[in-house]
């Protein structure tokens, strides 16, 4: 089998390198094994657009192993985070456009396309997580929205499959998107195998700072003051406009004004919107019950909630659950 790692200037070197360590510790894991139950060994291909070294994130030189037009086909596409070009988010260039032209094409072929953080952005600009849904570092979640809005980006998921199509956001999520990778294409046991090797758990950790902080300069902290709210809201009474204005220390009118101007809904649309995509990410990551998924964002009333979550996705959240399960989308 044949996994490529898409080199890229400007990738996290720690990502670059530690996802071709974790295949070769997959590989000498299988090696210990009894004859009879080795998995199939991947051979793994660092690969730039056209074949010439990059310049990862940190200013060093990284060499290939070849250019992507020379790799007609492959099994999986692992790419690795990228640190932010001047104006602070994830690049668009000539390089990542031709990246995303052979993504597409592999996509076609069968390969699984997995990446992490904002080398989630490249498989975007490949039209790949176009109705899909999709995850990055928490931060990105709102660029990414932006950028590609035909996608179905969950806030704060770690891992997810939609299609062939793997996102991660979490810390050290290269690590995720190997471990995922190894078990789709040789199965479980070299997983855990694997992981045992490496000394980390087979289980997507929880989002946390992962990409360097300045990142957060390209975002709009008055929207990430307000989603974080709802998200935080706790207690017996429902979050109305009135009190998420006073929570961000401003008027109800001025919290109308300033969604209007960032093209978002009014503040009673914004709060059932952020608070319905927390309860699709609670109902694709944990076995939550219903009810308790309902309390958590903000809902008293299950049947309010369950009436909401319709509108919202045209499904019950049980039969959303469900559909996810069967699209590969949870967690792990």
Known sequence: MHVVLLALDGNLP???????????LAGKAGESQPKARRWPLCEVIVASPDGRAVTDGRGRRLAVDAALKDIPRADAVLIPGLMPASDGLPPQNAQTAKAAAWLRQQHAHGAYICSSCAGVFVVGEAGLLNGRRCTTTWWLHDE???????????????????????????????IDLALHTIRVLAGPEAARTAADFAVVDT?????????????????????????????SHRGDAGLTPSALAAQLSTSERT???????????????????????????????????????????GWRDEGS???????????????YRAWIGRRGGMDG
Request: include cysteine; hydrophobic fraction near 45%; charge should be positive.
């Open 14 to 24: 720690s990502g670059l390198v530690g996802l071709a360590d974790v295949f070769w």
């Open 255 to 297: 919290l109308h004004r300033r969604l209007k101007n960032l093209g978002l809904e009014s503040p009673k649309g914004f709060i059932a919107r952020v608070q319905l995509e927390t309860a699709r990410t609670l109902l694709e990551t944990s076995r939550t019950a219903v009810k308790a998924v309902a309390q958590h964002c």
């Open 203 to 231: 289980a997507p950790l929880a989002q946390s700072v992962y990409v360097p902080p300045s990142h957060m300069q390209a975002h709009d902290p008055f929207l990430l003051a307000a989603e974080k709210a709802v998200r």
């Open 144 to 174: 990414l929205k932006h950028r590609f809005p035909k996608a179905d980006p969950a806030w704060g998921s770690a891992l997810i499959e939609d299609g062939r199509v793997v996102t991660a956001g979490g810390p050290l999520s290269w």
């Open 305 to 319: 909630f369950r009436r909401a979550f319709v509108r919202h996705t045209g499904m019950t959240p049980t039969a």
